[in-house]
């Protein structure tokens, strides 16, 4: 958070400098009250008059010294989270990958929905109202120990009064609200499964107990949220109720000041009137207080993920400058787990061939593409890229190289040609020569092919014409190695030929394919056929 407070530090000063204008306008407000009760009671009408309409112009005044704080307390903390959200899209993309997958992906969506706010309405919004609060506070006590230092010291013993609540606050709701996130982040998880998995459970009947389950679900996050409100909203009154009291007790102390005519009657009122600018901001300052300490342990976790040092880009310092020519994998010991999923296996990929790893479920051909495209880590000297280690190279540069076809299709929710480079910068007629060559040309209007806001495209592509759009993207990209996983599965006969006429069209690069086909044709095709075995 204080690197980001550095980068904002121009917009966190101008909203200080706001907030002590603010306060100093704020606190003016109470001797122009005693300044009319003076003239009122001298009964000078015109003086009054004119007292009277220089406090209308002053108390418009007030109402912009309100709403300027309030403005650039807006921008900044809108500022501050939008370099959160990037902060958080440039912590996952340099993710390892390894570390990326081993998480549901709501998490990270929880982690922008739900913690983000958090941090924003009950870690930010305090933490920078609270300047305000404070200006007010110490412009309010100089005025009043100049009206009357034994007064303001009874008033200002009163005012302290409503800090006890973040001391409740520390004690009862540190973790709550960090339960209620986690209940939040379950919820949506499922309600995410529900979505994904709908015509499953719609077909196969799964949608009674699994809507208990997710009932269930909601009705320990209504729990926990009802909890931490109740528990919130005990210490809100607590510190009401003190600052109330503090209020109330200054007319009564006051009242004995003037009796012993200590004090006038428009002291009085000033500073009751200052008393309300005492304890205000600390009361405020009080249930902000609480709502920090309520929030802090999830904005310190989300800092914490955002700052986290798991990515291993560091260590990966070599570049790609020449074309592949070779993989190379060398006595491979890989255990996923505590299952050994390689033990010794060698291999050569040659540039110019095209290779069909097949094998039983489980013998590790999705593993094999997976070490392959860098994902998975291996030990020095088992996989060479042109005779350097695979695990030093920058996957950037490495990417430049590889293309990976999988099996699932992502979808992004803009233009077919955005689609077809995966957002790299184009020339159309390369999108419309690309779309041509994997057949996918009469399936679109070349005209719709930049169209960013129509995307009802996304809805009419088959399986097959998914899988060929994938293929698109690799043959766009160009890569030295294409590695493709089970690009003909779930294809009738007719499909899987036309991806097999694809894959062969595909020459002068390093082809491996992983694949359940028992189709000779379609076997026939590769120059290599690599069986993998369980170990």
């Given at each position: 958070m204080k690197k980001i407070l550095k980068r904002n530090r121009s917009l966190f000063f101008l909203h200080v400098i706001l907030c002590a204008m603010a306060a100093l306008i704020q606190v003016g407000v109470a001797l122009v009250y005693r300044q009319i009760t003076e003239v009122a009671m001298s009964g000078d009408v015109k003086r009054l008059l004119f007292i009277g309409i220089f406090a209308f112009f002053y108390i418009l005044l007030n109402t912009m010294s309100d709403f300027i704080p309030r403005r650039s307390k807006s921008v900044l903390v809108q500022s501050i989270m939008n370099q959160l959200r990037e902060s958080l899209s440039q912590k996952i993309v340099r993710m390892n990958p390894v570390l990326f997958l081993k998480n549901e992906k709501n998490e990270y969506l929880s982690k922008l929905?739900?913690?983000?706010?958090?941090?924003?309405?009950?870690?930010?919004?305090?933490?920078?109202?609270?300047?305000?609060?404070?200006?007010?506070?110490?412009?309010?006590?100089?005025?009043?120990?100049?009206?009357?230092?034994?007064?303001?010291?009874?008033?200002?013993?009163?005012?302290?009064?409503?800090?006890?609540?973040?001391?409740?606050?520390?004690?009862?709701?540190s973790d709550r609200r960090k339960s209620v996130v986690l209940e939040q982040d379950r919820t949506l998880s499922l309600f995410d499964q529900l979505l994904s998995g709908y015509l499953t459970l719609r077909v196969g009947k799964g949608f009674p107990t699994y809507t208990k389950i997710f009932t269930n679900s909601s009705e320990r996050l209504k729990k926990e949220s009802i909890t931490f409100e109740t528990l919130q909203g005990l210490t809100y009154a607590i510190s009401f109720g003190l600052g109330d009291l503090a209020y109330s007790g200054t007319w009564i102390v006051g009242g004995f000041f003037v009796a012993a005519k200590i004090i006038t009657i428009p002291d009085l009122i000033a500073m009751t009137t200052l008393m309300s600018t005492i304890a205000g901001p600390l009361e405020y300052f009080s249930t902000s207080v609480t709502d920090i300490l309520a929030s802090k342990k999830v904005a310190d976790d989300l800092i914490a993920f955002i700052d986290g040092t798991d990515d291993d880009e560091p260590n990966r310092s070599l570049e790609l400058a020449e074309p592949i020519n070779t993989l190379s994998i060398e006595n491979l010991h890989f255990h996923h787990g505590n299952r050994l999923i390689f033990n010794g296996f060698t291999q050569t990929f040659e540039r110019g061939k095209k290779y069909a790893i097949t094998g039983a479920s489980g013998s590790g051909k999705s593993t094999l593409l997976n070490i392959l495209?860098?994902?998975?880590?291996?030990?020095?000297?088992?996989?060479?890229?042109?005779?350097?280690?695979?695990?030093?190279?920058?996957?950037?540069?490495?990417?430049?190289?590889?293309?990976?076809?999988?099996?699932?299709?992502?979808?992004?929710?803009?233009?077919?040609?955005?689609?077809?480079?995966?957002?790299?910068?184009?020339?159309?007629?390369?999108?419309?020569?690309?779309?041509?060559?994997?057949?996918?040309?009469?399936?679109?209007?070349?005209?719709?092919?930049?169209?960013?806001?129509?995307?009802?495209?996304?809805?009419?592509?088959?399986?097959?014409?998914?899988?060929?759009?994938?293929?698109?993207?690799?043959?766009?990209?160009?890569?030295?190695?294409?590695?493709?996983?089970?690009?003909?599965?779930?294809?009738?006969?007719?499909?899987?030929?036309?991806?097999s006429d694809l894959i062969c069209s595909l020459t002068d690069k390093i082809i491996i394919v992983v694949t359940h086909s028992t189709n000779q044709e379609f076997l026939g095709s590769f120059d290599e056929l690599i069986q993998l075995n369980k170990s």
């Open positions: 929905a739900n913690e983000m706010k958090v941090v924003e309405l009950e870690f930010l919004k305090p933490g920078f109202g609270l300047i305000l609060s404070i200006f007010t506070f110490l412009f309010s006590l100089l005025f009043t120990l100049k009206l009357n230092t034994s007064f303001s010291l009874i008033m200002l013993l009163l005012a302290f009064s409503p800090l006890l609540a973040p001391y409740f606050a520390k004690r009862i709701l495209a860098g994902i998975y880590p291996i030990d020095d000297h088992q996989v060479l890229v042109d005779q350097q280690e695979m695990n030093q190279l920058s996957r950037d540069s490495l990417y430049e190289k590889v293309a990976l076809v999988q099996q699932k299709t992502a979808i992004f929710q803009t233009s077919i040609a955005y689609n077809v480079s995966i957002f790299s910068e184009y020339e159309l007629e390369k999108i419309v020569d690309v779309l041509k060559r994997s057949g996918l040309d009469d399936r679109f209007d070349n005209n719709d092919l930049t169209d960013t806001q129509d995307n009802t495209w996304i809805n009419f592509l088959s399986g097959g014409e998914l899988r060929r759009l994938e293929i698109a993207r690799a043959i766009f990209k160009d890569s030295d190695v294409i590695l493709f996983d089970e690009p003909t599965s779930g294809l009738d006969s007719i499909n899987e030929m036309i991806i």
